[in-house]
């Protein structure tokens, strides 16, 4: 965890990033708290912006919900870092709020679907959601399988890989703009 | 409309349309500016829109690779300066700026950025209605130099438009002016040339009255002197040759008279078959009185030359202004010679007679050949001369069909050829002047004549030739006379005078209703005469003899049937 690392940037912004994973290189060995935060930070960040790039069917709005709703199970990983990255958002002319059902894994009117890791022997987040338009979402390396987009890491910095298939099989649209970032789709 | 346009064509109106022109392109210009600048912020923002729409994905995901690959695609437009993207919170997340410019830090700053000459423009990023960040994008403006080239070929042919426009005024301006001119000038030349005229006009009057006075007070002269002699002596012998000085005084009166007339074409000619050969060998006598001692009068005239049917009076003037004319080009002395000749015509020309006359004189310059015929012109002093001479010989050879022709070497002299006609006829014998013949028989004669001279000496006339005369002064007067009573055998009228009926209208109303009556007519204007011949009226030209009065009498009574027979 401790090689992430922003990539090399120019500006005095980009400095600070370097400066900032420069101290992350240190502080890892110490405490595996600050570097852990830091990308945590920045996947409650991404998790919130796959929102646009993603088509839901009609039918996930159908529901008497009036917002956008981004579930989180199993163990939290972002606390309220996620709360503050959707704090006045919207999405699709919602307001976007985040639920947490630990120990429930089956939260009803989530559009997107962030699994965290659990000790639970039984866990399986994505069981729920199956055959309904939500976006799952986890961490690779440190979560369950099977989700349509998947936090990895690369050359120290947060990248995902993307199910397109699995997406599709559920009636989610994702932009070619996200695909082509991603750095492994699976069409199948 | 042509007058407005030429009022309006003056050199301040060209310089204004002018001034007009150059204002017009200037507009133009300007608002192609203004329309290239709107084009420009539409075209960057569109640029700046497709960079947004691009960049969406890197700059949500933080993968700056990408994103700066965006951003450096747009360096190929050299006028795009400067470029940044910025995420979500405004915060600066890539870009690029060339040469002096400077890179908002913040999307805040750069949505105020607009430099003068430049083009600013901040669009946002968005992806499905979620704002993911913003792009700002400066661009110049084409610099002041590309523009004014861009401009530089209106601005030329405005240029070159008004300068045309000026010149064309300035020319037409300067055209106007000196046609105006022109007009003035021609309106000046033609109120001189007229004045000239007029005065040309005057100086022929002088000449011609100043001429004919001085003749005539000469044969006044003669002709008061001679009465005034009359009066203080009984000598028969001198009572006679007052007489003839007197006659000859009257006769020179007469033919000047008839000379003006000829020269105003006004003369009735009086055409007879002649023998010319005749009649200028009568003239020996009179040529020698006319020219004087140093004049030698020579005349080769064959003894066939042809008849020729003129005015044999007038062929006797004619000959004598042009004898006279040699004299005076003559001035000390010389040889006159008159020479006769037939023409024998060909297929184009009938058969014609020449008459000659060359004298040993001056000559006459070639540039005044033609003008010696003009009437009116003379070489010679006041006086001297009435112009009309040479005029007369013209005159009275076209009125016989004839010509005349003028040969002349300045120094050795100059030869007048009269070319007459032929006549078919023979000349009638040439007797000598009839006596007085008296009247046979007795005969009534009524006189309408409104002179009360003129009627005493026709009376007078008619008295001593042995006819009973009752004058009438007019036509009208002659009229009540006959229908009272009509015992005259002829009526001898005036033809101009007073009152309501002329003597032509009296002669074709007594033909009309006493049609046994004889009547004559007598003038010395020639117009009447004329309208008198054309009606067969008979025509006594005044001044006439008692010779021609009785003669025509007889003639006017036996055609009437009341003469001798």
Redesign the interface.
């Known amino acids: 965890m401790h090689d992430l690392r922003p ?1 090399p ?1 120019k ?3 980009r400095r600070r990033w370097a400066a900032l994973s420069f101290l992350s290189l240190f502080v890892g060995t110490a405490s595996a708290t600050a570097p852990a935060t830091l990308e945590r930070a ?1 996947q409650a960040n ?1 998790l919130f ?1 796959f ?3 993603v ?1 839901w069917p009609p039918e996930a709005f159908a529901t008497s919900e009036r917002a956008f709703v981004i579930c989180v199970v199993g163990d939290d990983p972002f606390g309220a870092l996620l709360n503050d990255v959707v704090r006045g ?5 919602r307001p976007v709020v985040v639920r947490r059902a630990v120990g429930d894994p089956a939260p009803p009117g989530c559009h997107i679907l962030f699994a965290g890791p659990s000790a639970d022997a039984g866990y399986a987040p994505f069981t729920a959601a199956e055959g309904k338009p939500v976006l799952t979402v986890a961490d690779k390396g440190a979560g369950p399988a099977g989700a349509m987009i998947e936090f990895v890491r690369q050359n120290g ?1 947060v990248r ?1 890989q993307i199910d397109d298939g699995a997406a599709r099989a559920h009636g989610l649209r994702i ?1 070619s ?2 695909l ?2 991603a750095i492994a789709v699976d069409r199948k | 409309m042509g007058n407005i346009v030429t009022q309006m064509a003056t050199p301040l109106s060209a310089v204004l349309i002018a001034l007009l022109l150059m204002v017009a392109g200037l507009a133009a210009a300007y608002q192609l500016e203004q329309l290239g600048r709107v084009e420009k912020l539409r075209q960057t923002t569109v640029q700046a829109q497709i960079l947004a729409s691009g960049i ?3 700059l ?7 994103l700066q690959e965006y951003l450096n695609a747009l360096k190929a437009d050299p006028q795009i300066v400067a470029v940044a993207a910025y995420d979500g919170r405004g ?2 997340a ?1 870009g690029f700026a060339r040469r002096s410019a400077s890179l908002p ?1 913040r999307a805040e700053e750069a949505r105020q950025a607009a430099a003068p000459g430049a083009l600013a423009v901040s669009v946002p990023v ?5 704002q ?1 960040g913003s792009v700002y994008l400066l661009s110049t403006m084409d610099s002041l130099s590309r523009r004014l080239t861009r401009y530089l070929g209106i601005a030329l042919i405005v240029i070159a438009a008004s300068v045309l426009i000026v010149m064309l005024a300035a020319s037409y301006s300067s055209l106007r002016r000196s046609h105006q001119a022109l007009r003035a000038e021609i309106a000046g030349r033609q109120q001189a040339e007229e004045a000239l005229r007029q005065s040309q006009k005057m100086e022929a009057m002088g000449q011609l009255t100043g001429g004919v006075a001085h003749d005539f007070n000469n044969l006044l002269m003669v002709a008061s002197g001679g009465l005034d002699l009359m009066e203080r002596t009984s000598d028969p012998v001198r009572l006679a040759k007052l007489k003839a000085g007197i006659r000859q005084a009257v006769d020179r009166g007469a033919k000047l008279t008839r000379q003006l007339l000829a020269f105003s074409r006004r003369s009735p000619l009086n055409p007879e078959v002649i023998d010319p050969r005749a009649r200028i060998r009568g003239m020996d006598a009179l040529l020698e009185r006319s020219l004087g001692e140093s004049i030698e009068v020579a005349m080769h005239l064959p003894a066939d030359l042809w008849p020729v049917e003129v005015d044999a009076s007038e062929l006797e003037v004619a000959i004598l202004n042009i004898a006279l004319n040699a004299r005076d080009a003559m001035q000390r002395g010389g040889g006159i010679v008159i020479e006769g000749a037939n023409i024998p015509g060909n297929g184009e020309r009938p058969d014609r007679v020449r008459i000659a006359v060359t004298d040993s004189g001056a000559g006459i310059a070639p540039d005044l050949v033609n003008k010696i015929f003009e009437p009116f012109y003379t070489t010679k002093e006041v006086g001297q001369g009435t112009g009309l001479g040479l005029s007369q010989v013209y005159g009275f050879a076209r009125a016989s069909g004839g010509e005349v022709l003028v040969d002349s070497i300045v120094g050795q002299g100059t030869t007048i050829t009269l070319l007459l006609p032929r006549s078919p006829l023979m000349p009638r014998d040439a007797d000598s002047p009839p006596e007085p013949m008296a009247a046979f028989g007795t005969h009534r004669i009524l006189l309408v004549e409104d002179d009360d001279t003129v009627a005493d000496t026709v009376g007078g006339m008619l008295t001593a030739l042995g006819y009973e005369t009752e004058r009438v002064d007019n036509g009208d007067e002659a009229l009540r006379r006959l229908e009272r009573k009509g015992d005259f055998s002829l009526i001898l009228s005036d033809m101009i005078m007073p009152g309501e009926v002329s003597g032509m209208e009296l002669a074709l109303k007594i033909r009309q209703l006493w049609p046994h009556l004889g009547t004559m007519l007598m003038t010395g204007y020639s117009a009447a005469a004329a309208s008198a011949a054309k009606e067969g009226v008979p025509l006594l030209a005044k001044p006439f003899t008692i010779q021609d009065l009785s003669v025509q009498l007889m003639a006017a009574l036996d055609q009437s049937g009341q003469g001798r027979g």
């Open positions: 990539p940037r500006g005095r912004r920045v991404f912006k929102a646009p790039f088509e958002q919207k999405m699709a002319n910095r995902f932009s703009k996200l082509g970032l | 969406a994905a890197p949500a995901f933080e993968d700056n690779a990408a915060a600066f890539a830090r968005r992806e499905r209605g979620t993911l």
